[in-house]
């Protein structure tokens, strides 16, 4: 039961409290399919690109979290500090933190996350780090264990909980645990005077020795040659770019320019182009951009397609322009270059300008065509020139321009669906509205939410696991998931599941599973196919970290406990089921971690004993039980790996109190006395 695709987040590159930087990558994000392999990866810049997938594997994908409630995995800890330079603050920090509790003051953006993570990987180790979800009272919460706890984004009334009280009796239980804490916040949240003394305003290290850590880590990993990085560091230590480090210093523009060095020394870009590429990306630059372009549907539209579909495929690109360029020339006004234009001699221009020509007036560029190993066929992705252009085009037009979310959302609903739209529209429209305001930043995501259609829900469920990410938004999404599990039209519960399906699952298990509990949950309903498979696809999306085994192999348990005819019955029916016989979910459906009995019965002996006498004792399952375990004990393989003797021999202990196990053992009995007896009821 091995952890399914991801990866980690890119070191020292995170953005607001934890947001993505751009030192965010995806390299080496591999996961097999049945034939060939599918890779999906940062190729340049935000780019996702997926070969030989099928259209049902591309929509399973979905980004590992950045922050998490429960331990991070060590393989993300030590790829966030990589790169990790060290603060003027860092000292400082490390002697309060003596003390069992920091409260580190940060501006978005400094790179106060990568800071904690490296003050608690220095005293735990990189698996000895858990993350908090933000509580409304921090006091009463006490650290389970000797670990390192960190808490990104306190909220305000969780800071206002800390008074002299509610912070002794906190530091008293980190204290008795040996634990310590490091909590992020806002430099703008007030907190009580009590915590004077346990604060420290973090300020982010030197730029240019950002930018130098990341060419020095290029060199070790083998992006860059020795003479490459030597050529690289020449570079960084020009005006042209320290002056633009001087302008731009947090942590995240110096890793955008450590990535430029390097296009620049490996493809032979220009120092001047890779500037060029890197002032592009602001919001300023954006903002200016679409002024330009304001009498311009065709530009307009382009630009939003290439926005809100970062690094898909040019055919992609150009049809959901075609779609939204109507809408944006229906605004009003002029709608330069929207129909045929006069050439000098009055002649009519009937073709227009071609597809390449549009991109290079709007600053963006055809990446090389993809291949891959059985590929169904190429590739090749649409991208702005600037690092981050896409992000600041679409905040800009997103939540700038009167009415263009609307029209946005319209041209989403009308376009042809193509794989990959779901992870890259979700994302992108995750990113604009954590920057949004008002009760309309979750409430216009509804309409996809309650679709009957799986690439729609799967696309809002992208929009809140990247909303989530930041937290100033997480009490509004887990309010919004709640509301929605418990609705009567199934569709939002779907999409309730299908975000507990992706990172949002990932980050916060006991909550997501809380979710699924929630919406199988209405009296008097019947298990209804897409509800089923989305509830069986967030499972199996849990169980790909092993984290979780034992909390979904729990409910497991507990569902099949629930009364028959119940969702939750049916739901613990058709996992059992599944995993007996074949795999869970079954290879037709959606899933991310297909498990088998065997595999739980290697990996979690206790458990599974536990889940194969509740489903030996419900009559629904007792069969697929009954023949799962014989296949197993029939496979030599299969026999050794599970320890099946031991295994048979715990559960026949039990067989006084399960009629069903009882039922099993003797019916095992009588076949290994007589073999010539049939093992059936």
């Known amino acids: 039961m091995s952890a399914a695709e991801g990866a980690p987040p890119g070191p020292d590159g995170d953005g607001p409290e934890g947001a993505p930087g751009p030192g965010d990558s995806y390299r080496d994000n591999q996961q097999r399919v049945g034939q060939g392999f599918a890779v999906m990866g940062g190729i340049a810049g935000d780019t996702n690109v997926f070969f030989g997938a099928s259209d049902e594997e591309v929509s399973n994908h979905f980004r590992k979290p950045r922050l998490r409630e429960g331990p991070y995995p060590a393989d993300d800890v030590r790829a966030r500090l990589r790169g990790f330079v060290e603060p003027p603050t860092h000292a400082r920090c490390r002697k309060v933190l003596d003390g069992h509790l920091l409260v580190l003051r940060t501006a978005s953006g400094t790179g106060a996350g990568t800071a904690a993570f490296a003050l608690l990987a220095e005293r735990y180790g990189a698996d000895g780090i858990t993350g908090l979800d933000s509580p409304d009272d921090l006091s009463r919460w006490r650290p389970k264990e000797r670990r390192g706890y960190l808490l990104q984004g306190l909220s305000p009334a969780a800071a206002a909980s800390l008074d002299e009280v509610g912070l002794t009796s906190l530091v008293s239980g980190l204290r008795g645990t040996g634990a310590h804490l490091v909590v992020t916040v806002r430099r703008e949240i007030p907190l009580p ?11 982010p290290p030197p730029p240019a020795e950002v930018a130098r850590k990341h060419l020095r880590t ?21 005006p042209d770019f320290a002056g633009h480090l001087d302008a731009h210093p947090l942590p995240g523009d110096a890793v955008a320019v450590a990535e430029g060095l390097r296009d620049l020394v490996v493809a032979g870009k220009s120092a001047a182009s890779v500037l060029d590429d890197l002032r592009t990306g602001s919001p300023a630059a954006a903002r200016e951009a679409l002024v330009e372009a304001r009498d311009r549907a065709d530009l307009v539209s382009l630009m939003a397609a290439i926005s809100l579909l970062p690094g898909q495929d040019r055919t992609v690109v150009e049809r959901f322009g075609a779609v939204l360029r109507p809408h944006v020339d229906g605004r009003g006004g002029p709608a330069g270059g929207a129909g045929p234009a006069e050439g000098a001699a009055g002649r009519c221009d009937v073709l227009g300008p071609a597809f390449e020509d549009r991109l ?6 055809l990446l090389p065509t993809r291949y891959g190993a059985a590929l169904r066929y190429p590739v090749q992705p649409v991208v702005f020139s600037g690092r981050h252009r896409s992000d600041a085009l679409l905040r800009s037009l997103w939540l700038e321009y009167e009415g263009m979310a609307e ?8 376009a042809p669906h193509h794989p990959g739209v779901e992870l890259a529209a979700g994302e992108a429209i995750g990113k604009v509205l954590a920057h949004a305001t008002g009760p309309d930043t979750l409430r216009q995501l509804h309409p996809f939410a309650a679709s009957d259609k799986r690439w729609r829900r799967r696309l809002v469920a992208n929009a809140l696991g990247e909303m989530v990410q930041h937290p100033a938004l ?15 039209p199934v569709a939002l519960r779907c999409t309730v599941a299908e975000t507990c399906g992706g990172s949002y699952g990932l980050a916060r298990p006991a909550a997501a599973l809380r979710l699924l509990d929630t919406a199988l949950g209405r009296p008097g309903e019947k298990l209804e196919g897409p509800l089923r498979t989305a509830v069986s696809f967030a499972l199996s999306a849990l169980l790909s970290e092993d984290a979780n085994h034992a909390r979904v192999l729990d409910l497991l348990r507990e569902w099949q406990g629930a009364a028959p005819g119940t969702p939750r019955h049916g739901l613990a029916v058709h996992a059992v089921e599944s995993m007996s016989r074949g795999s869970f979910p079954a290879p037709n459906a959606p899933g991310v971690r297909r498990v088998r009995l065997a595999e739980v019965l290697a990996e979690h002996p206790e458990r599974a004993r536990g889940l194969v006498a509740a489903g030996l004792d419900d009559p629904a399952t007792h069969e697929s039980v009954a023949a799962g375990l014989l296949l197993i004990e029939g496979d030599a393989e299969l026999r050794r790996r599970t320890a099946f003797p031991r295994f048979l021999a715990a559960l026949a202990g039990t067989a006084q109190h399960h009629r069903g196990v009882r039922r099993f053992v003797l019916r095992h009995h009588r076949a290994r006395t007589a073999p010539t007896e049939r093992l059936a009821s």
């Not at 040659?225 to 960084?236: F, I, K, M, S, V």
């Open 193 to 203: 005077g009590a915590t004077a003394t346990r604060q420290v305003t973090h300020r």
């Open 218 to 238: 290029m060199a070790d990993t083998g992006e860059l040659t020795a003479g490459q990085e030597a050529e690289a560091l020449r570079h960084l230590a020009q």
């Open 360 to 365: 290079a007036a709007v600053g963006a560029r």
């Open 407 to 414: 029209l946005l959302w319209k041209s989403l609903d009308e």
């Open 474 to 488: 997480t009490g509004a999404v887990r309010e919004q998931l709640r509301q929605w599990s418990g609705a009567a």
